[in-house]
């Protein structure tokens, strides 16, 4: 079933139906990120920057993914 067409959606971590990932690839609707979801991302944002500042090495962070996890990204 088809949903409606959206004029905006706001994300804040839900599930999306391909139908409103489509729109919003489409740019068919405004889209807007709501603050729990940016406290969030700030959240991780902090996570990310003390492993870097730490020197860590984190699957993902700072290596390749799979085959290349060996790999070490620089920071910089």
């Known amino acids: 079933m088809p949903l409606t067409?959206?004029?905006h959606l706001e994300l804040a971590?839900?599930?999306?139906a391909l139908e409103?990932?489509?729109q919003?690839?489409?740019a068919t609707c405004a889209v807007t990120l709501?603050?729990?979801a940016r406290s969030g991302m700030e959240a991780?944002?902090?996570v990310v920057q003390t492993i870097i500042a730490e020197n860590r090495v984190v699957?993902?962070?700072n290596t390749g993914?799979?085959?290349l996890s060996d790999v070490h990204i620089p920071s910089s």
């Open 44 to 46: 991780a944002h902090r």
């Open 65 to 67: 993914f799979g085959k």
């Open 34 to 36: 709501a603050a729990s």
């Open 5 to 7: 067409p959206l004029v």
């Open 13 to 16: 971590g839900q599930r999306l």
């Open 20 to 22: 409103e990932l489509a």
């Open 59 to 61: 699957y993902g962070v």
């Open 24 to 26: 919003v690839a489409a």
